[in-house]
């Protein structure tokens, strides 16, 4: 079980995509909902929100930058080689409502769970504008499965190698002032998904982040997934992960998400050394 | 001599002070000498009183009676007819108000210590190897599914399987046991005891699926078409309470369950030998009076704390804690703010816990729970300083599975509803026990409550609902 049947390289090798064999959690997986990953025995349990399902092959896609050991630990699986634990699928699925005039906004890896979710208003009838960014040209991922998932596709790149040079949120301005935008989902950093949601309470948008907490079980029952909504503590794992981004307490957030910086960089530098080391 | 005056065998202990630095098992256990002389202290009563305060009866004085003539293999057969968890129950039962509590010889001198004779016994067979496990019935042809694999799920499983059914036991986490591998720390219950004990179940037939959310993987419907006939819920009270007082949501703040099964589970305190981390505080308050706050305030000083603070807003005799616990505590060095209650949390501009305003309680009348009502003393607000808070005022109950089973009936507070004496629900072919029914409450008091699910399920299989 969860073995690693696909195995892709992007964004110059910082981004890997996984396809793992996972039956079970294929046949209930809806999108939106994210999975708990654990590369081996002494292992963290990361979670990471899914960027594809097929049931029928029995796989579920995860895609993730490499940032820390964990992250490292998954990009030195091959193909044929296994996950120790995967679970899921957690969180609620995502809402979505046929018909309506969406903006679909995706930063770095962001976009990945972005798709499935453009995908299915796409396919519900709504009308997707999608504008997806990155750093720069390298770093953009899955263009091409955006491009189909949407009616319209705009990309920005923050130093201009490629499409738009800039952010985002200047596409999303104008599309806000252009009006008629019924909804806006927005998946990507933090401080991306913040200043989204604050644009859009200007104009009265209502809008939908996927929120990437810190957690261990995801299933409710260790609370450190806790984010302030609308002035309510909520679950990120049995709650969320989405959430009415004009409620976030995303600079809470910021600061939670920071809670074991130190430490993890501490073991990612270990692990990079203990990998020179052993070649 | 007589039995009752011959003084009741001190249990061997790594000293307080070194214990409080490492994460070895704190009681060292019986050499066989010992446990001999213990054994031959009990009165082998005609009515045993023990008996009736073991949640399980385990038939006490026989088991003890093979220990004192030296039949070690045998004494841990009786065990198991009725316990298949002897090595955890040996060490974490409140004996006190079970079965050492209603011992005879307590009434004039010092119990029995029927617990530490349980865990002998159940020690030497791990090491020995040399009793059989007990003989199952002959197969049933019926299916039964065990959600959760704490130790009321161990119950049901061990019981059901020795009656000839097939079990499928299933755990959301990536290791079995529960609370006694996600909850109850390493120096209390080494988790290889853990893992033996889920070890013999598995050679007994027992099938274990980890990884496994029922409610989100798979719900309980889909259990019954998958061919299951019936399905057992003890699946705990994990959802963690917190105070609801400004700041709970600083860096530093930590309710139990997470702190724990960081350490426990993911065994953090040996990062980065381990890739999950856990953080250290120097000075460390856990919120709280149970088992589970003892534990996260041990676990605390262990991971290198500096002072760390129990803050308890009753009397050290109100505590509900294990006495024995309590007890480990104050030797390890623990600090006891008794009769203080929390504010508010305070924190830096860097959104990291500081510090903690507390309100000095004094103790009224009698509340429902039998127990005096702190009242808070006015103008007596304090600032108790540290970097790492521990939230240990208990759970409540998960709605993750319930929320999936809609017919399945609840009480206001979201548990399951289920018949007492057989743990039956109000969904056909469904029973529930342990925390999930109760409330958080004991691993002896869960595995009372599989035995009678199990009897139940059994029946219920054999001649219909």
């Known amino acids: ?279 | 001599m007589s039995a009752a005056k011959t003084p009741r065998q001190a249990m061997p202990e790594q000293p307080p002070l070194v214990r409080a630095r490492n994460f070895e098992e704190v009681p060292l256990g019986y050499t066989a000498e010992q446990a001999v002389a213990e054994a031959s202290r009990c009165l082998q009563c005609k009515n045993p009183a023990c008996v009736q305060g073991c949640p399980v009866n385990v038939d006490i004085p026989g088991f003890i009676k093979h220990i004192a003539a030296g039949d070690f293999d045998k004494a841990i057969g009786k065990i198991w007819e009725r316990n298949s968890l002897p090595a955890v129950c040996g060490r974490v039962c409140p004996q006190e108000i079970q079965c050492e509590g209603n011992c005879l010889l307590g009434r004039k001198g010092e119990a029995v210590a029927i617990g530490n004779l349980e865990r002998f016994a159940a020690d030497w067979e791990r090491q020995h190897h040399v009793c059989e496990l007990p003989s199952r019935d002959a197969a049933t042809g019926k299916r039964v599914a065990v959600v959760g694999s704490g130790p009321s799920s161990l119950t049901v499983a061990s019981d059901l399987v020795l009656k000839g059914h097939e079990v499928g036991l299933f755990e959301a986490f990536h290791k079995p046991g529960g609370v006694l591998v996600y909850g109850i720390p390493e120096f209390r219950l080494p988790k290889d005891i853990v893992g033996a004990e889920v070890a013999c179940l598995q050679a007994q037939g027992v099938s274990l699926e980890c990884d496994v959310v029922v409610g989100r993987t798979v719900t309980v419907d889909e259990l019954f078409e998958q061919g299951f006939d019936a399905v057992y819920l003890g699946v705990g009270a994990g959802l963690p309470k917190f105070m609801r007082i400004p700041g709970e949501n600083l860096v530093g703040v930590l309710s139990a369950n997470e702190y724990l099964t960081r350490a426990n589970l993911m065994k953090a305190y040996l990062f980065p030998e381990v890739d999950t981390p856990i953080p250290r505080g120097k000075r460390v308050a856990v919120l709280g009076g149970g088992n589970v706050a003892m534990d996260s305030a041990r676990t605390a000083m262990r991971l290198g704390a500096d002072k760390v603070s129990l803050v308890y807003r009753r009397s050290r005799e109100e505590m509900p804690a294990r006495k024995a616990e309590i007890h480990h505590a104050e030797e390890e060095g623990l600090d006891f703010q008794l009769l203080c209650n929390p504010v508010r949390y305070l924190g830096d501009d860097k959104g990291r816990l500081t510090g903690i305003e507390c309100i000095r309680m004094e103790l009224g009348e009698p509340d429902a729970s039998g127990r005096r009502r702190p009242v808070e003393v006015p103008g007596s607000e304090f600032v108790l300083e540290c970097d790492l808070a521990i939230v240990a005022i208990g759970s409540g109950a998960n709605p993750l599975l319930t929320r999936s089973t809609p017919d399945l009936p609840l009480n206001k507070w979201g548990y399951v509803t289920a018949n007492a004496d057989t743990g039956k629900t109000g969904k056909k072919g469904v029973w529930a026990g342990g925390d999930i029914v109760t409330g958080a409450a004991t691993v002896i008091l869960a595995m009372g409550a599989g035995r009678k699910a199990a009897d139940s399920i059994h029946e219920y299989l054999t001649w219909g609902w």
């Not at chain 1, 696909?6 to 294929?26: F, H, K």
């Not at chain 1, 708990?36 to 349990?45: F, Q």
């Not at chain 1, 909520?234 to 910021?254: A, M, N, S, T, Y």
Request: charge should be negative; hydrophobic fraction near 35%.
């Open chain 1, 1 to 279: 079980m969860f073995t690693i049947v696909n195995r892709e390289e992007m964004a110059g090798g910082t981004v890997i995509l996984n396809e793992i064999e996972a039956p079970r959690i294929a046949a209930k997986a809806r999108p939106g909902q994210f999975l708990i990953l654990k590369a081996n025995e002494n292992g963290e349990r990361i979670p990471l929100t899914m960027a594809e399902t097929d049931p029928e092959k029995g796989t579920v896609t995860v895609i993730y930058m490499v940032v820390g050991k964990s992250t490292e630990l998954f990009r030195r699986l091959g193909v044929g080689d296994a996950y120790q634990d995967v679970i899921g699928p957690l969180g609620q699925p995502t809402h979505i409502e046929p018909g309506k005039n969406v903006v679909c906004v995706g930063g770095g890896t962001g976009v990945a769970v972005l798709h499935p979710i453009a995908r299915g208003m796409k396919q519900a009838g709504c009308d997707v504008t999608s504008i997806i960014g990155s750093r720069n040209r390298d770093l953009l991922i899955l263009e091409d499965k955006m491009r189909l998932a949407s009616t319209d596709l705009h990309i920005c790149t923050d130093d201009g190698s490629y499409g738009r040079k800039g952010f985002v949120t200047e596409v999303l301005k104008e599309k806000l002032e252009a009006g008629g935008v019924d909804q806006v989902v927005a998946i990507g950093p933090v401080p991306m998904m913040k200043f989204v949601s604050l644009m859009t309470r200007e104009y009265g948008v209502p809008t939908m982040v996927s929120l990437n907490p810190i957690m261990i079980d995801g299933t409710g029952m260790c609370g450190g997934c806790r984010v302030t909504v609308g002035g309510e503590t909520k679950f990120g794992c049995v709650d969320g992960p989405e959430f009415d981004g004009h409620q976030v307490d995303f600079d809470e957030l910021i600061l939670r998400l920071r809670a074991y910086t130190e430490q993890e960089r501490c073991s990612h530098e270990r692990c990079k050394w203990e990998e020179g080391g052993a070649a």
